[in-house]
């Protein structure tokens, strides 16, 4: 019952930034911890960033991304932003995010994509050299 679209990807070059969005529907979205992914032609799908529920006092991140990256959110908006700087060759992909609604990913941990209940359908992330 829950519906997430993302939006900001585009082409950039090495070094640019973008900020992308995603907005849930949902009557109890500050209850969900949120997660962001991104898959890139002939790769599996891989883990990006994590925040927690609530107030998102938790994140997590992959360490290619760590420094460069921040995930946040915005409960009274029900959206969740990835804004990505000094962006890289390497993260060119399609980005997703995902909601854990039943906290599989918050207790079991945020790395797999299979902890996640629900799917937006990707916004693309195009870094050129």
């Known amino acids: 019952q829950v519906q997430l679209v993302e939006s900001g990807g585009g082409l950039v070059q090495a070094g640019d930034s973008l900020r992308l969005s995603c907005a849930a529907s949902g009557r109890t979205f500050s209850n969900y911890a949120m997660g962001w992914f991104r898959q890139a032609p002939g790769k599996e799908r891989e883990f990006v960033a994590f925040?927690?529920?609530?107030?998102?006092?938790?994140?997590n991140y992959a360490d290619s991304v760590k420094g460069r990256f921040t995930i946040s959110r915005d409960n009274a908006k029900n959206a969740v932003y990835l804004q990505m700087n000094s962006l890289k060759p390497e993260d060119t992909a399609v980005y997703y995010c995902?909601?854990?609604?039943?906290?599989?990913?918050?207790?079991?941990?945020?790395?797999?994509?299979?902890?996640?209940?629900?799917w937006g359908q990707g916004t693309q992330v195009t870094v050129s050299s």
């Open positions: 995902a909601a854990d609604t039943i906290s599989r990913a918050a207790v079991l941990g945020p790395f797999s994509y299979d902890r996640y209940d629900y």
């Open positions: 925040i927690s529920r609530w107030s998102g006092g938790r994140t």
